[in-house]
């Protein structure tokens, strides 16, 4: 169960309360990357991919909840700080969806023109059927320009608003379902949150407008 005391604003949180988060992430998301699984409901297993390495290239692909705290810079100073010296981008528009990225074109052109060992694909929860639906069309359509580059997709899960907070479940299986649809690394975000409530029940990491993430 997901512990949901006051989470937007969180009391008496234990310092340190930012390793915990940055914890949880890595421990699952490193072996998620490596491959898929029949049951959407747990995340696949295995190696980091090789592919990862020092030097890779990275674009990010979604909206302000990517864009919220310079999500694409934190990946670059993680890189730098182990010493991978990775080239990250973003291709980041308030609000879209991947249909909405694809409608613009600036995406596509981001991706044609160099090359990407991983594209980061995020949008809303999409935790309904018919957005649901709408990630896993899209998310594939540009799945065939990545594969075309020389990369990989990687579905970036993120979490619903705080005021559906029971639907983390449903938000995780529209990721997983997308990444599994074309074999694409699944990053479920969401899930380190619900990790970290776990021991942390007063993370404050919904910000004010209990959607954005806090820092």
């Known amino acids: 169960m997901v512990a949901t ?14 390793t915990t988060v940055l914890a949880r992430y890595l421990a699952l998301v490193l072996p998620a ?4 699984s029949a049951d959407v409901t747990s995340p696949p297993s295995g190696s980091p991919p090789a592919g990862l390495g020092r030097g890779a290239r990275v674009l990010f692909i979604g909206n302000s909840l ?6 694409p810079g934190m990946v670059r100073s993680l890189a730098e700080a182990a010493g991978l010296d990775w080239h990250v981008e973003a291709e980041l528009h308030g609000g879209a969806g991947l249909q909405q990225h694809w409608e613009r074109g600036r995406a596509q052109a981001r991706i044609r023109a160099e090359r990407w060992d991983a594209v980061v694909l995020q ?17 594939g359509e540009f799945d065939l320009l990545v594969r075309e580059a020389g990369g990989r997709s990687a579905l970036y899960m993120v979490w619903p608003e705080s005021g559906r ?5 449903r938000v995780r299986d529209s990721y997983a379902l997308a990444a599994r649809d074309f074999q694409g690394w699944f990053l479920p975000a969401g899930d ?7 021991e942390e029940p007063e993370l404050p990491l919904y910000g004010s407008d ?3 993430p806090t820092p």
């Open 5 to 18: 005391g006051n989470i937007s604003r969180g009391k008496g949180v234990r310092h340190g309360w930012r």
């Open 66 to 71: 990517t864009a919220g705290n310079d999500l």
């Open 33 to 36: 990357c490596a491959g898929s």
């Open 165 to 169: 907070i029971a639907w983390f479940d």
């Open 123 to 139: 949008q809303g929860p999409s935790s309904l059927p018919d957005s649901r639906e709408n990630l896993r069309r899209w998310a």
């Open 210 to 212: 209990g959607f954005h």
């Open 192 to 198: 380190s949150w619900r990790a970290a409530w776990a």
